[in-house]
């Protein structure tokens, strides 16, 4: 029985699974660095398994707060504890990922990523898989000072990452930054089918879950709105510990298999086991269920509809650049090295509505990959490229 | 005073070969992954036992490298140490449950005159003999467990660290393993292969020896649970296990697998070891 409501839930609403061979790109936003392994294992793993198996899939993970924990009245961020959980965390992906093709070397790097204002954010990339660590302040049930969603109910003006890499002014800005994220990962196939999973952030749906898993959630369905052209799976978190499995015995064992690299991540570096079966609603107790709902399906495919366009790619010592003012305002161009280091400012001036076209010479910047990123009377647009 | 009365305590405890445990559970297996998969609900538990509730040793006794050079190709040595490495990390996710994350200590054991490479962790034990895989007759080493106790040859670990002359000169050795490590611990419980050929049919012939190895090891041993676990036909049985049991013995594969993947070996989350995590089959005797 408990197989077949299984299959049944996996043919109807699972993203993860239904679509393992298609054009996608397939988001995972988690509050903390062991979220999804909890409640969305079973789909991530089956994503990471379709993008570890072809070019044709990609898996991005964002991570909102550092799950530094640093509650009840501490004062010094855990720095070695957040890290132990990132280390979890990427352990997940390398060991899930390495199933299905030959280990390889993560890069790590901060990137630039424009919001209001332009963030520095740590990235890893494992093969197709790309992790995003924003590391804002672990909110410990709405107990600590600054947190995301006082940010989101405009009761703080701004939010700084615990590792003091960057400052969001204001919920807006965090918004237009991780939905710039979303957007460069998703122009990284052609014509892909998105998905975003996060936790569910309504209170009636989804009880007694963390503060910041919700307000994760409804961070990643606010951006899904406004690009129009993500599916959307809402997962229930703490409350399904109570309720029945639902998972067949190998979605039980991925699950399970993810949660014990986050296990091993955090004692291997001095900290308590989160492999705790025995304690009523412990970690494990969640691994043989996934409670979720399709919020939304897309209403419009992600094609190439941005107003900026660059060509060619890989480039020479020129790049064509063709851009759309809808609306008239301010335009920006620049031009980012990987690191995230501004490299020259291409355009920044008002321009009237109406198609414009230029070329640039790229012939004092070395051979490597570049980012260029666009301001067009407000929209944002990041673009990669590679100069050979 | 009171230092001497302790003194003479100690002496006394020393005397009577006092043992900080409780209790001692050992694994007498062929492969560096053959307990995980068959026997890892009670090596979960046997290492995961909080010290508060009974003092559990754990003595792994692995008999062959698990060096898979078969059938003409060369010995891998990277391959088996990957194995260990793997094995060591299970035993590090089970005992860091109710325990310090520790560091693992290496020794050589002189043991019925035989050099045996010893590794301690927290309060796990593993003896690696490292004796050829016998890949089914077909060993680049022609010798295995099974020729051994055929009384064909003599048998030498594959790092040349010992060799054995016969199988009684192997009994020996990991009968006074046992002793050792058992010294006056109460209670004693030994897993290993079952070598009813028929309840446990198509088992690799290095798992089937070792388990053989281990009775004939326990022949003059008593007051002691040995439970012989029922290994590859399981995957036709059906599925008897909760998921809390599934989850455990997931947790042992994957963290098996993260070392091997991470030192280029292929993935071993494969169906048929899938099909293993959520079965448990075994027999107890107790004597």
């Known amino acids: 029985m408990r197989l077949t409501l299984s299959l049944f839930l996996l043919l109807m609403v699972a993203p993860g699974s239904t679509f393992a061979q298609s054009n996608k790109v397939s988001f995972y936003f988690s509050a903390h660095p062991d979220d999804w392994q909890l409640f969305m294992g079973v789909n991530a793993f089956k994503d990471i398994e379709a993008a570890s198996s072809s070019n044709n899939a990609r898996v991005v993970f964002i991570y909102t707060t550092a799950g530094e924990a640093n509650c009840y009245g501490g004062t010094t961020v855990n720095k070695r504890y957040y890290l132990a959980r990132q280390e979890g965390a990427n352990r997940s992906v390398q060991f899930c990922s390495d199933i299905y093709s030959p280990h390889a070397d993560w890069s790590t790097g901060s990137v630039m990523i424009p919001g209001v204002t332009n963030h520095a954010i740590l990235q890893l990339k494992y093969k197709n898989i790309v992790c995003y660590f924003l590391r804002l302040p672990d909110g410990c049930f709405e107990q600590t000072p600054n947190t995301m969603a006082k940010l989101a109910n405009g009761l703080i003006a701004s939010l700084t990452a615990t590792d003091t890499s960057t400052t969001y002014y204001g919920y807006k800005d965090l918004v237009e930054t991780v939905r710039n994220i979303v957007d460069y990962e998703s122009s990284t196939l052609k014509d892909p089918e998105v998905w975003i999973q996060a936790s569910d952030w309504d209170e009636s749906v989804n009880p007694q879950d963390h503060p910041d898993h919700r307000q994760t959630g409804r961070l990643a369905t606010e951006i899904a709105a406004k690009v129009g052209y993500a599916n959307v799976a809402l997962f229930e978190g703490y409350n399904t510990c109570n309720k029945p499995s639902n998972l067949a015995p190998e979605e039980v064992a991925m699950e399970a298999s993810l949660h014990s690299q986050v296990a091993y991540g955090m004692t291997k570096n001095g900290y308590p086991t989160e492999w705790d079966p025995q304690s009523q609603c412990g970690h494990v107790e969640w691994t043989n269920k996934n409670y979720y709902r399709i919020f939304s399906t897309a209403t419009t495919a992600k094609t190439a509809t941005s107003l900026l366009k660059l060509n060619p790619n890989p480039a020479g010592n020129n790049i064509n650049l063709a851009y759309e003012v809808t609306d008239g305002g301010p335009v920006t161009i620049v031009l980012y090295n990987m690191l995230g280091n501004k490299e020259a400012t291409i355009v920044d001036e008002k321009k009237g509505t109406g198609v414009y076209t230029m070329s640039y010479d790229m012939t004092p910047f070395a051979s490597g990959n570049y980012i260029i990123h666009g301001s067009i009377a407000g929209h944002l647009y990041t673009l990669k490229f590679t100069k050979l | ?287």
Not at chain 2, 133 to 150: P, R
Request: negative net charge.
């Open chain 2, 1 to 287: 005073m009171r230092k001497i009365a302790l003194i003479l305590l100690l002496l006394a405890l020393n005397q009577k070969g006092y043992s900080q445990y409780d209790r001692v559970s050992f694994y007498v297996v062929a492969h560096p992954d053959q307990w995980q998969l068959f026997m890892g609900l009670n090596a979960s538990d046997d290492l995961s036992t909080p010290d508060d509730a009974i003092k559990s040793k754990v003595v792994f006794i692995y008999t062959t490298a698990g060096d898979q050079s078969c059938n003409g190709s060369p010995c891998n040595t990277p391959h088996y140490l990957a194995r260990q490495e793997a094995a060591h990390t299970a035993i590090e996710f089970c005992s860091d449950r109710t325990r310090d994350h520790g560091q693992w200590h290496t020794s050589h054991d002189v043991v019925n005159g035989h050099t045996i490479l010893k590794y301690n962790y927290n309060n796990a034990v593993s003896y690696c003999l490292r004796l050829p895989d016998g890949c089914n007759g077909n060993s680049l080493f022609k010798e295995s467990l099974q020729s051994l106790h055929s009384g064909n040859s003599s048998i030498s670990a594959i790092d040349s660290s010992a060799t054995y002359h016969d199988w009684n000169d192997l009994i020996t050795t990991v009968q006074q393993i046992m002793t050792n490590e058992r010294s006056n611990i109460g209670d004693m419980y030994v897993n290993t292969a079952d070598t009813d050929a028929v309840l446990n049919k198509g088992d690799d012939p290095d798992h089937i020896y070792t388990g053989l190895l281990c009775l004939n090891a326990l022949d003059s041993m008593h007051h002691l649970t040995i439970n012989l676990f029922r290994e590859a036909i399981i995957a036709s049985l059906p599925a008897n296990t909760d998921d809390i049991a599934i989850a455990a013995k997931a947790a042992l594969l994957s963290q098996m697998d993260y070392v091997r993947t991470e030192n280029g070996m292929p993935s071993e989350w494969t169906p048929q070891n899938i099909s293993y995590l959520s079965r448990n089959y075994l027999r107890t005797v107790t004597r």
